[in-house]
């Protein structure tokens, strides 16, 4: 099992057995719903359809590759995390699972908070009117820069990740006059993986101060000390892609712990904990998230007895889901382009993009699903892996998946689950250009993100 937790997303090839996939489903043309955003569906002629646009349609307009985004389902996804945790707790979206202006103005209606991490996602917050106490600003080395930027817009609140950032923000905030609000993000030796978490993990990662050995409280002791901030609470994130509330179980248990101490040294009970975000999605049928509500309820309920049986008042509770609202909510098109069967193993399915536009599945073996989207089929499965266009065999999008075996060069298929650490981690490999982010809703499209274009490609290029 790996050590290894990743921001984005788990290393699912250390869980799972090589060359794992399911048996074929039952049928192909059926589109699961807990993989696939709210609003789709099928047509009477077997074309997928999203905020009532087909997909044939949002091709021609706006070329493919493209993540299409259903608008209604981020929307409607936002409002059950902001409902289940209620007026008592703070929901931020982490900013970095996909991040644009359009998203921001979303979040802001709906009521959310945001989580940002360097200068460029928090120009995007500010540019789009996103109320500056409402953004938190994270990260394991913000440069003076971000940090004098921050305190001067007056960012919500800073989660110090280091000592030496304890000194710099309290030094920047104090040159300006300010008190800057700040947590401070601890490791509690917790890892939580898709199935499981380890409780006793070395905290052997660049993010947080460890509580282990009596750090934690160290900063903490620091921070109180210093003019420049006002510490507001203790921030943990314990993994991505986490099913399994034991991990918080264990997180909370040990951050209420560090809140006893801090009580008993400084007679200062800290009014926030934050529990960071990693709350999975489904990226295939095997997978089996949670509802907002019923992580809101678990957390309260951890929280609140921790904190009753340390004697403490319960803090207020912050989260930080990232993936398990934009995850769900987008699908990447692409068209087939060419058909590759390898007998006795497998057919390759190249489409026009690849590890550009998708680079989780390189990076963490991530599973992904995909559909044959641009007509129904009767065909029997086939097994194929679907592939991009780059000039690296590690381009797979999807490693296993089936699909209609009369499949053919032109039909468009669709990878659902694609809304978070795709866009927001595309690059131009290849010198590729990034698709589009197209955003529907009740019958209309737009781009909220362009297609990059090789004019793009060339500004850069000074030559
Ligand atoms: C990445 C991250 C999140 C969001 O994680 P998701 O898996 O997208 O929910 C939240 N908080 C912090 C500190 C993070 O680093």
Redesign the pocket.
């Known amino acids: 099992m790996s050590r290894s937790a990743h921001?984005?997303?788990p290393r699912h090839a250390d869980v799972l057995p090589e060359g794992h996939y399911s048996a074929p489903p039952a049928d192909l043309n059926a589109l699961d719903p807990k993989v696939w955003a709210q609003t789709v569906t099928r047509d009477g002629e077997g074309v997928l359809t999203v905020g009532g646009i087909d997909v044939k349609r949002l091709a021609e307009e706006f070329g493919t590759p493209a993540y299409v985004l259903d608008e209604s389902d981020f929307r409607a996804r936002a409002r059950a995390w902001r409902t289940a945790f209620g007026q008592d707790a703070d929901v931020?979206y982490?900013g970095?699972?996909f991040l644009s202006r359009a998203v921001v103005r979303w979040l802001h209606e709906e009521g959310l908070n945001l989580?940002v991490?360097s200068g460029g996602e928090l120009a995007t917050a500010l540019s789009a009117g996103m109320p500056v106490d409402r953004i938190a600003f994270?990260g394991n080395n913000k440069s003076p820069a971000e940090i004098e930027r921050a305190v001067r817009a007056g960012v919500g609140r800073i989660?110090l990740d280091s000592f030496q950032e304890i000194a710099r923000v309290a030094h920047i905030a104090q040159e300006l006059g300010r008190r800057q609000r700040v947590q401070i993000?601890v490791t509690v030796g917790v890892e939580a993986h898709t199935h499981e978490f380890i409780a006793t993990a070395h905290e052997d990662q660049k993010?947080g101060i460890p509580l282990a050995g009596g750090q934690a409280a160290e900063a903490v002791r620091r921070a109180l000390q210093l003019d420049g901030l006002e510490l507001i609470g203790i921030?943990s994130?314990i993994g991505?892609?986490?099913f399994d509330m034991s991990g918080f179980e264990v997180a909370a248990h040990r951050v209420v712990g560090l809140l006893k101490d801090i009580r008993d040294e400084h007679g200062v009970e800290l009014p926030e904990i934050d529990l960071?975000?990693?709350?999975g999605i489904a990226y295939t049928s095997d997978d089996d998230p949670r509802e907002p509500h019923e992580i809101a309820k678990a957390l309260t309920e951890i929280v609140t007895r921790e904190c009753e049986s340390a004697r403490l008042r319960t803090p207020r509770i912050s989260v930080?889901?990232?993936?398990?609202i934009v995850?769900p909510t987008a699908f990447t098109l692409y068209e087939v382009g060419t058909i590759k069967p390898l007998d006795g193993l497998r057919t390759y399915v190249s489409v026009d993009g690849g590890m550009s536009d998708n680079i989780r599945t390189a990076l963490y073996d991530a599973e992904y699903s995909v559909a044959l989207v641009s007509r129904s089929s009767d065909a029997e499965p086939m097994l194929a892996r679907v592939v991009g266009k780059h000039c690296e065999s590690g381009d797979i999008v999807v490693k296993d998946a089936f699909l209609p075996a009369d499949l053919a060069p032109g039909d468009l298929i669709a990878v659902p689950a694609t809304g978070?650490?795709c866009r927001s981690m595309a690059s131009n490999y290849n010198h590729v250009l990034r698709p589009p982010v197209v955003a529907v809703r009740d019958g209309e499209a737009r781009v909220i993100v362009r297609r990059e274009t090789e004019d793009d490609l060339l500004r850069l290029d000074v030559g």
């Open positions: 921001p984005a997303g931020f982490a970095k699972a989580d991490c994270h989660v993000r993010f921030h994130h991505s892609q986490i960071g975000g990693g709350l930080e889901p990232g993936r398990a995850g978070a650490y």
